[in-house]
DNA sequence: TTGTCGGCCGATCGCCGACAA
DNA sequence: TTGTCGGCGATCGGCCGACAA
């Protein structure tokens, strides 16, 4: 996956540490992430956190729902269990030094679906500031002002759209080829969608799905309870 | 899966062998039907049939495709490898006798699909004996002569058509009903359609799809040739 | 008897500007 | 600036009899 594309779609929250970076490895975050119960049982004493070196990190995308994960390999330093090493994912990470400087920061915008823009009865209404600075350029001698985008999603996979700058008072829009997209990721209203312009010049597609419960309830139980001070 | 549709739907060549029948097994055949190459390294000598005894015989059907397949569980007799026991799919079978008598046949019947029973655009076109024999009674005296025709499939799912008797000169055809279930079951022109009068009077609809290469080619190599004499 | 075709009618898709938030 | 709505033209699905194999 594209890694600017990839971050856009994980949102700014989401910071990734580089290769040979240190960071904590914490097996109880790890462990109530995978939404099941992980059974420590065979091991004597897990610590609350291991020192890691970062061995390399893949950026993922689920080949369904085009949500974006990532593989981080890791190796314990210190004393304790040397050739400690196993493919993870989604790892918890406290140490934010060393991750990759974002301040050059490609352009990218996201926008909520909006009920119009979900609904199978027309387009997507493209801000202002999405069609001058992502999309290219358009030109308004033309009447009307119609291009066709062509975008990548987190697959490579391509999709053409019709942008259409129209109506009164003018708006970009996109039309032909919105509704396929729409259908074929299963997007809702309350979806976000993201535009990246990559570094390459390519101009990318990747969605962000709602979050529609599962996460995010009541805590689900953890043997880590009566483990864990603090 | 209902027996009758089981057997409309494998065809008359498909005898299938009662239990505590005697049937023999042949190693090399169903070795061959696997599509894949069998290792017998592990096993000194195999013999070129074993002489059986019908355990028990499972009518199954494939979830996606709905084609039917059978697992027959053996238990071979005489005084070699007695506790051999184990389930195998596709059973090659030479002893006939003890097989279920057909002569209580339903009432069954097929069709191989037309271009013009496949397209989207329409029904589909009902021999008159398929009409008349398989299909619930319908009255002529109404005008149109219109019914709906309930039948379920390998899988217990309920269809519904419907069943009408126009034109001129008058003909049988199902309409509303019948593209959904193409689409659904991905028919094309050449599979077959079978509707069967089950025992207790449910009317079943199978499919059997058109061989479309694969099977049937030039020979796959067998370690059996160099073993097996005729 | 039944396979294929063109006609035709209604439903849906999807592009549009009007209007308002 | 942009979300929602109703209008409406194009397309498609699908039911029909005509006709011929």
Same mark, same amino acid.
């Given at each position: 996956?594209?890694?600017?594309?990839?971050?856009?779609?994980? @949102?700014?929250?989401?910071?990734?540490?580089?290769?040979?970076?240190?960071?904590?490895?914490?097996?109880?975050?790890?462990?109530?992430?995978?939404?099941?119960?992980?059974?420590?049982?065979?091991?004597?004493?897990?610590?609350?956190?291991?020192?890691?070196?970062?061995?390399?990190?893949?950026?993922?995308?689920?080949?369904?729902?085009?949500?974006?994960?990532?593989?981080?390999?890791?190796?314990?330093? @210190?004393?304790?269990?040397?050739?400690?090493?196993? @493919?993870?994912?989604?790892?918890?990470?406290?140490?934010?030094?060393?991750?990759?400087?974002?301040?050059?920061?490609?352009?990218?915008?996201?926008?909520?679906?909006?009920?119009?823009?979900?609904?199978?009865?027309?387009?997507?209404?493209?801000?202002?500031?999405?069609?001058?600075?992502?999309?290219?350029?358009?030109?308004?001698?033309?009447?009307?002002?119609?291009?066709?985008?062509?975008?990548?999603?987190?697959?490579?996979?391509?999709?053409?759209?019709?942008?259409?700058?129209? @109506?009164?008072?003018?708006?970009?829009?996109?039309?032909?080829?919105?509704?396929?997209?729409?259908?074929?990721?299963?997007?809702?209203?309350?979806?976000?969608?993201?535009?990246?312009?990559?570094?390459?010049?390519?101009?990318?597609?990747?969605?962000?799905?709602?979050?529609?419960?599962?996460?995010?309830?009541?805590?689900?139980?953890?043997?880590?309870?009566?483990?864990?001070?603090?």
């Amino acid at each position: 996956v594209n890694p600017q594309l990839w971050h856009a779609c994980a @949102g700014g929250m989401v910071q990734m540490p580089l290769p040979n970076s240190h960071v904590y490895y914490f097996p109880q975050g790890h462990a109530e992430h995978t939404l099941t119960t992980v059974d420590f049982g065979g091991i004597p004493r897990v610590p609350a956190f291991i020192l890691c070196r970062v061995i390399d990190v893949k950026f993922l995308a689920d080949m369904e729902s085009d949500e974006v994960y990532a593989k981080i390999r890791l190796n314990p330093l @210190g004393n304790t269990d040397i050739g400690y090493n196993r @493919g993870i994912d989604d790892g918890v990470l406290v140490e934010t030094r060393n991750v990759h400087d974002s301040s050059d920061k490609p352009s990218s915008f996201s926008k909520t679906l909006t009920q119009s823009d979900a609904n199978n009865g027309g387009g997507f209404s493209v801000p202002r500031y999405c069609a001058e600075t992502i999309f290219p350029r358009l030109d308004y001698a033309a009447d009307p002002p119609v291009q066709t985008v062509v975008a990548k999603d987190v697959h490579g996979d391509v999709w053409k759209f019709r942008h259409i700058y129209r @109506g009164t008072p003018r708006r970009h829009l996109l039309t032909t080829g919105w509704s396929t997209f729409v259908n074929q990721k299963k997007l809702v209203a309350g979806d976000s969608i993201v535009f990246v312009r990559a570094e390459n010049g390519d101009l990318c597609v990747g969605i962000r799905r709602a979050k529609r419960g599962g996460i995010g309830g009541p805590d689900s139980p953890s043997s880590w309870n009566s483990y864990s001070g603090n």
